[in-house]
């Protein structure tokens, strides 16, 4: 299936490593130009180097900590400046720390909401007036598992990633006539360094070993393997081409079976 995505330009967040990486890997073998970013210069470059050469795309590599709101205003002037705009935004950041609800700290509070929520606000900002300009945009955010069935031990990311997808469902609404679709991915237990500090988080609390704490997760999930990086970079890649015009406003599970709801 051709996708129609040669020549996009696309924007993804945290893409030095893990579903981000995965991401701007799909759409730039699809054609996309890409622009990555990361916090640490040597793994992003080479990063970009590695998308660049496998894909025959051109890869804009920017430093930046999404926590940051002055990073993000120079992320995304620094992309306009190099591509003229921007037609897919992949919103994406780190996890927030793992903890409980009756132990995290406000300080932990605030941190959380400036990565996990207002970056994405902050990133669809910049990019959404051009979007609506031309008539065409799509804005995919990758979120959690955890915004339809909260988490153990992670009431931070529980709490505000259910608030982007929030956020997601109201501008998937105001934008959806203007040629803008925005829509949420979630992954289940996918093999990225998050899911491994989660996993060993939980052995040392247990007194178990990592693979251990890895095949409890396997042993819950229907697939009975924890997901790839590439499988949910799959679908971010559908959503934001030509033939999803007509989907906005979901919010889509890649988990192996793992979510039991209904909805």
Known sequence: MDLRLAGKIALVAASSRGLGRA?????ADEGADVAI???????LERTAHEI????????LPVVADLGVAA???????????????VDILVNNAGGPPPGRAVDVTEADWRAAYELTLMSAVRLVQGVLPGMRERGWGRIVNITSISVKQPLPDLVLSNALRAGV???????????AAEGVTVNNVCPGYTLTDRVRTLAQARADAAGIDVSQA????????????LGRPEELAALITFLASEQAAYITGTTIQ???????GLL
Request: glycine letters at 10%.
């Open 214 to 225: 890895m095949a409890t997760w396997e042993d819950a999930i229907p697939a009975r393997r």
């Open 71 to 85: 990073d993000i205003d120079r992320l995304v002037e620094r992309v306009l400046g190099t591509f003229g705009r």
């Open 23 to 27: 991401a701007a890997q799909a759409l």
């Open 254 to 260: 890649v988990d192996g079976g793992l979510y039991a």
């Open 52 to 59: 660049a050469t496998s894909s025959g795309r051109r890869v």
């Open 37 to 43: 970013t990361a916090r640490h210069q040597d793994e």
């Open 165 to 175: 997808v929030g956020y997601a469902k109201t501008l998937a609404s105001e934008v």
